[in-house]
Each structure stands twice: as structure tokens, then as C-alpha cells.
């Protein structure tokens, strides 16, 4: 998967600059190594195609845009094209169906529970500047939530799970192969938050959380991934206890392994001599456990 040159298509109106629209951006041209842009414009948009096609260029300037009426189907599409992607960007489901008439892999993005609490004044602070926090640990242990409250309180942006994000675009259905499109996505996702954030990104899981679970379930991990998470940089990770109730879930699959999951977290933590605070105890406590580690470390980079 990764050692070809990769294309990726959005075909999109791109008639109002969204938060999701520059995460849907940013995302693709981080996952795709050459990324192509079908711009639908029709006679009545109040935005012309070439303003929006500066805003493009200035968001990502290496992309290709080519200019498509609302009524251009997927064969015409392709001749304007040229050739298949590899990829086709949708936010939520919708491009799935153009992704299968094209022949391509559909890729999934869906961000709009973490830019939703972000106040937009505040954000694009320099990547290289931030402070990373990963929330990480056994499955449902409250990783999800406390990662969004984290993000609330601090007043910034956070990168969703996006395992299961791909998961629920396939019916829940998992194949190992899935992984390596897992660790791409996590990888895309974190590169276009950051752009977005305020002074701390909050990532729900990383690259580690997925080597353990390929390990798991299928007894091996992709290479390439154990590569990408030896290349990982957090300045804190919450490492969630299993001393909450088990929620059932169809993306669940350890309800009696959680001990023995958390301690292979710890270890994996412990093996790469990674900063970590474990996070326990009842919601409330947990919560405010992680905003006294995270102000911790924000004190640390200010002395």
C-alpha cells in the first residue's frame, strides 16, 4: 500500500469554507501523495469557481482542480481524469457510491463532533509548537470522551478514532488489511488537526493501539505501521484504567480481556520509556486527573 505513489480525488462544491471542508483538505493532501480536486460549479453559485479555486490553491497548492458541472457523471469524470484513484475522499458516506463507479478505494472522513467547540478565532497555531496529549488503553475505558472533554476544556481541536471511523463506513465489517488504512488515516487526520489546534492536540489513540491490536487479533502487525509508530512524538500519554463498566459495542471484541489489554499497554509505554500518567476512578476524577497532568506539562514547557 505505501510503497507506490498514491492519487486521491475529492469531488466536491466547496461553496462555503467549513471547518470540515478544510479538515477534508488537509486530510487528503496529508494521505494521498497527489491529490485531485473535481470542483463542481453550476451557473447559480454565488461563489464563483475561480474564487474558490484560490482558496484551494492557497489551502493546498500542490493539488490538480479541474472545473465539473453538477450533472458530470463518473465516465466523463474519469476522461477529464485520465486515470483511476487510488482513493476517493468523502466526508461521511457520501462519496462512497462514486468511489465504487470509479474503482477506487473509498476513505472515509468524519470530524464534525471535533471541530465543533473550537473557537475559530483562536486556531492555527504552528504545528511544531504544539503540545501532543495521546489518550490511550483498552477499549471501552472512556478514551472517546475524556479526549473530547479534554479538547472542550482547553478550548481546542482533537483527532477522533479513526479506526472507527472506517469501521462504521464498512458495516462494521474488520479485516486486517484494514489496519494499514487505519494507520494512514490516523496519520492524515493528526497532520490536519494540527492545523487547526490551539496550543495542545488531543489525539484519541495512535499508531501504538494499532500494532497491539493487529498482534491481537491476527497475531501480526504490518511492518510499515510498527515503522510509523516508532515515529510518533506525544509530550504526555492518559493511559485509562479498566475500573469502569464494560458498554457493549458492535467495534468491541475484549469484554473479559481488558486487564490483560492494559497491561499490554503499560508495557508497550514502559518499553519505549514514554511519559505517561494512568487515568482511574470515577468519570469526574478521571476528567480532572487529565487536566491536572495536561496543565502539568504546559507548566513544564513554560518554565
Given at each position: 500500500?505505501?510503497?507506490?505513489?498514491?492519487?486521491?480525488?475529492?469531488?466536491?462544491?466547496?461553496?462555503?469554507?467549513?471547518?470540515?471542508?478544510?479538515?477534508?483538505?488537509?486530510?487528503?493532501?496529508?494521505?494521498?501523495?497527489?491529490?485531485?480536486?473535481?470542483?463542481?460549479?453550476?451557473?447559480?453559485?454565488?461563489?464563483?469557481?475561480?474564487?474558490?479555486?484560490?482558496?484551494?490553491?492557497?489551502?493546498?497548492?500542490?493539488?490538480?482542480?479541474?472545473?465539473?458541472?453538477?450533472?458530470?457523471?463518473?465516465?466523463?469524470?474519469?476522461?477529464?481524469?485520465?486515470?483511476?484513484?487510488?482513493?476517493?475522499?468523502?466526508?461521511?458516506?457520501?462519496?462512497?457510491?462514486?468511489?465504487?463507479?470509479?474503482?477506487?478505494?473509498?476513505?472515509?472522513?468524519?470530524?464534525?463532533?471535533?471541530?465543533?467547540?473550537?473557537?475559530?478565532?483562536?486556531?492555527?497555531?504552528?504545528?511544531?509548537?504544539?503540545?501532543?496529549?495521546?489518550?490511550?488503553?483498552?477499549?471501552?475505558?472512556?478514551?472517546?470522551?475524556?479526549?473530547?472533554?479534554?479538547?472542550?476544556?482547553?478550548?481546542?481541536?482533537?483527532?477522533?478514532?479513526?479506526?472507527?471511523?472506517?469501521?462504521?463506513?464498512?458495516?462494521?465489517?474488520?479485516?486486517?488489511?484494514?489496519?494499514?488504512?487505519?494507520?494512514?488515516?490516523h496519520i492524515a487526520s493528526e497532520k490536519a488537526f494540527a492545523r487547526q489546534a490551539?496550543?495542545?492536540?488531543?489525539?484519541?489513540?495512535?499508531?501504538?493501539?494499532?500494532?497491539?491490536?493487529?498482534?491481537?487479533?491476527?497475531?501480526?502487525?504490518?511492518?510499515?505501521?510498527?515503522?510509523?509508530?516508532?515515529?510518533?512524538?506525544?509530550?504526555?500519554?492518559?493511559?485509562?484504567?479498566?475500573?469502569?463498566?464494560?458498554?457493549?459495542?458492535?467495534?468491541?471484541?475484549?469484554?473479559?480481556?481488558?486487564?490483560?489489554?492494559?497491561?499490554?499497554?503499560?508495557?508497550?509505554?514502559?518499553?519505549?520509556?514514554?511519559?505517561?500518567?494512568?487515568?482511574?476512578?470515577?468519570?469526574?476524577?478521571?476528567?480532572?486527573?487529565?487536566i491536572t497532568a495536561v496543565m502539568s506539562i504546559m507548566h513544564s514547557r513554560n518554565?
Open positions: 500500500m505505501n510503497q507506490e505513489p498514491k492519487t486521491g480525488l475529492i469531488r466536491e462544491s466547496f461553496l462555503s469554507q467549513q471547518n470540515s471542508h478544510v479538515y477534508l483538505v488537509d486530510f487528503a493532501q496529508s494521505y494521498a501523495d497527489k491529490l485531485f480536486i473535481a470542483l463542481i460549479e453550476s451557473e447559480n453559485d454565488l461563489v464563483t469557481g475561480n474564487q474558490r479555486i484560490q482558496w484551494l490553491k492557497a489551502r493546498c497548492p500542490d493539488a490538480q482542480i479541474v472545473l465539473i458541472q453538477p450533472e458530470t457523471n463518473s465516465q466523463q469524470l474519469l476522461e477529464l481524469l485520465g486515470f483511476i484513484p487510488d482513493f476517493v475522499f468523502g466526508i461521511a458516506k457520501n462519496s462512497k457510491g462514486l468511489a465504487a463507479e470509479l474503482g477506487a478505494h473509498f476513505i472515509p472522513i468524519d470530524c464534525e463532533q471535533s471541530i465543533a467547540n473550537i473557537d475559530s478565532t483562536v486556531i492555527g497555531q504552528d504545528p511544531l509548537t504544539l503540545q501532543r496529549v495521546c489518550i490511550f488503553g483498552p477499549e471501552s475505558t472512556g478514551k472517546s470522551t475524556l479526549t473530547a472533554n479534554l479538547a472542550k476544556h482547553f478550548n481546542t481541536v482533537f483527532v477522533p478514532e479513526y479506526a472507527r471511523t472506517y469501521i462504521d463506513s464498512n458495516n462494521n465489517e474488520l479485516k486486517q488489511t484494514d489496519f494499514n488504512y487505519f494507520a494512514r488515516g490551539n496550543r495542545l492536540l488531543f489525539s484519541d489513540t495512535d499508531l501504538i493501539i494499532t500494532t497491539i491490536w493487529s498482534d491481537w487479533l491476527y497475531g501480526s502487525c504490518s511492518p510499515w505501521i510498527k515503522e510509523q509508530a516508532e515515529k510518533q512524538n506525544y509530550d504526555l500519554y492518559l493511559l485509562t484504567d479498566v475500573d469502569v463498566p464494560w458498554v457493549a459495542d458492535p467495534q468491541r471484541y475484549l469484554p473479559n480481556e481488558r486487564q490483560s489489554f492494559l497491561k499490554r499497554c503499560q508495557d508497550e509505554l514502559e518499553k519505549r520509556n514514554l511519559p505517561y500518567v494512568q487515568i482511574k476512578g470515577t468519570w469526574e476524577e478521571r476528567l480532572q486527573k487529565a518554565t
